[in-house]
């Protein structure tokens, strides 16, 4: 019998014009601070997936740690709310000191407003200046102190936003250390559960963390750049998610 030849058809599937090629299955790792985290990279993970295919592999690690993973290239980008030059020097004052900062290029992806996230039973509507330095370095211990309730000031402090933590005490506290005696925590999601769960506590965060479940006196602002920094030129992908937060996912950013 005579065979007959099985001839294997390839299937191409074309894109309609005008649509961008999504290049499946393409990855990025970041390392980031409390900041960028919850303000940018958090907002946009899922969209900029299914729009342009890349999956974002995020390491909320705090700046100090995740500039050292990008030195150890355990991450191609670390990005933290604080300026480049205030990031060097915090990574000399945590015992990590930058040998050569121009290994580095940086730019700027966002903004951050920090806030205040206190215990529902903190019923003060607005702290000044003086009042918070007082608060954070230990000089006042009664909410009652401050025209709130009569009960004791417990700060929560992060060990993983020192970014957060570094623009407050050099902005509102005049670079005064803070006080001795504080609750531990770790990342701004974790200040804010033992914000919310210990009575006269209060710490610090991102705005974007700020809800109906804790109270956020108004407070004078307290700004900070979102920075992105890679070792030399970006990798493809750290560009095409540059690039995705300035274009497309600005309308992810903003809500």
């Not at 290239?73 to 015992?95: L, P």
């Amino acid at each position: 019998m005579k065979r007959i030849p099985i001839i294997a058809l390839s299937l191409v599937c074309l894109l309609p014009l005008g649509l961008p090629a999504v290049s499946l299955g393409e990855e990025v790792t970041v390392g980031a601070g409390a900041a960028p985290t919850e303000n940018i990279f958090a907002k946009i993970k899922e969209p900029m997936e299914k729009s342009i295919g890349l999956k974002l592999n995020l390491i909320s690690s705090g700046p100090v740690q995740a500039l050292k993973d990008l030195d150890d290239k355990k991450v191609e980008a670390a990005s933290g709310g604080i300026t480049f030059g205030d990031w060097m020097k915090m990574m000399e004052k945590e015992g990590s000191p930058v040998a050569d900062p121009g290994v580095y290029k940086h730019r700027v992806i966002g903004k951050d407003i920090v806030k205040l996230m206190a215990h529902k039973g903190v019923a003060v509507k607005t702290l000044s200046k003086d009042q918070l330095k007082a608060i954070f370095t230990g000089k006042v211990t009664s909410w009652k102190e401050v025209g709130g309730p009569d009960l004791p000031v417990v700060v929560v402090l992060g060990s993983k936003i020192p970014g957060t933590q570094s623009v407050f005490q050099k902005q509102v506290m005049d670079e005064e250390p803070y006080l001795q005696k504080t609750l531990e925590a770790t990342t701004a999601a974790d200040v804010k559960e033992k914000a919310q769960a210990t009575p006269g506590a209060v710490g610090l965060g991102p705005v974007s963390l700020v809800d109906a479940t804790i109270s956020s006196p108004e407070i004078p602002e307290v700004g900070r750049p979102i920075t992105l920094i890679t070792r030399g030129e970006p990798s493809p992908g750290v560009a095409k998610l540059i690039d995705y937060i300035n274009g497309e996912g600005k309308q992810y950013i903003s809500k």
